[in-house]
Nanobody, 124 residues
Framework: QVQLLESGGGLVQAGDSLRLSCQASGIAFSSYVTGWFRQAPEKEREFVAASTRSGTIVYYSDSVRGRFTISRDNAQNMVSLQMNSLNPEDTAVYFC?????????????????WGQGTQVTVTS
């Protein structure tokens, strides 16, 4: 069985930081591209960040670049998203996803494993 479990979400004030974690079981992240996506109310699912299998190549959306950092610990089978300088526009449900191979890590349609999501709420 494959399971991706997100944790670390919560309610914070603008300017605060949060660190999200995604723990995998049933697969080894070392063999998978991993990504973070988010969906805000009445908005489509949005790409946030992604990491190649070794973590040597990372991708960020324009809205989070410079504020968010994706990292992985393959030995722990975990991927993290450090979120700094949060603002209310970051409020969304954040999803962890994985796929063994993809021509575009930024495209949610290519991912076949997904977590249930964790809520991040940022107040002004």
């Amino acid at each position: 069985q494959v399971q991706l479990l997100e944790s670390g979400g919560g309610l914070v004030q603008a300017g605060d930081s949060l660190r999200l974690s995604c723990q995998a079981s049933g697969i080894a992240f070392s063999s998978y591209v991993t990504g973070w996506f988010r969906q805000a109310p009445e908005k489509e699912r949005e790409f946030v960040a992604a990491s190649t299998r070794s973590g040597t190549i990372v991708y960020y959306s324009d809205s989070v670049r410079g504020r968010f950092t994706i990292s992985r610990d393959n030995a722990q089978n975990m991927v993290s998203l450090q979120m700094n300088s949060l603002n209310p526009e970051d409020t969304a449900v954040y999803f962890c996803a994985a796929v063994e191979s993809t021509p575009d890590p930024r495209d949610a349609r290519h991912y076949n494993y997904w977590g249930q999501g964790t809520q991040v709420t940022v107040t002004s």
